[in-house]
């Protein structure tokens, strides 16, 4: 059973910085592309960035080009969001996913993930 668990949301100013975590477990993911969603109250969930666990592609939204970085870790079979400049409209319930389908244009697509964990707030203060 493929399990997927988030770590590393909290409270930081505006301009700070925070580093999210997904701990993936239940298979072999090399074949997957692995996301991060993010959804704010009232506004649906949101593509932020997505990574090919095999090659190490990326894909991020505009909104955050030049600020997240994702990378994975394939010997902890974990994935991770580094933020940096944080802005007060960053703040959201982030999401790590898993797609089976592997790496195309779909990744932007939160209806293509298969697995989802369970969510880790981030709130960014003005």
């Known amino acids: 059973q493929v399990q997927l668990v988030e770590s590393g949301g909290g409270l930081v100013q505006a301009g700070g910085s925070l580093r999210l975590s997904c701990l993936a477990s239940?298979?072999?993911?090399?074949?997957?592309?692995m996301g991060w969603f993010r959804e704010a109250p009232g506004l649906e969930r949101e593509f932020v960035a997505a990574?090919?666990?095999?090659?190490?592609?990326?894909y991020y939204a505009d909104s955050v080009k030049g600020r997240f970085t994702i990378s994975r870790e394939n010997a902890k079979n974990t994935v991770h969001l580094q933020m940096n400049s944080l802005k007060p409209e960053d703040t959201a319930v982030y999401y790590c996913?898993?797609?089976?389908?592997?790496?195309?244009?779909?990744?932007?697509?939160?209806?293509?993930?298969?697995?989802w964990g369970q969510g880790t707030q981030v709130t960014v203060s003005s």
């Open positions: 996913a898993a797609e089976e389908g592997g790496w195309g244009p779909q990744v932007g697509a939160a209806y293509e993930y298969d697995y």
């Open positions: 239940g298979r072999t993911f090399d074949s997957y592309a």
């Open positions: 990574i090919s666990w095999s090659e190490g592609d990326t």
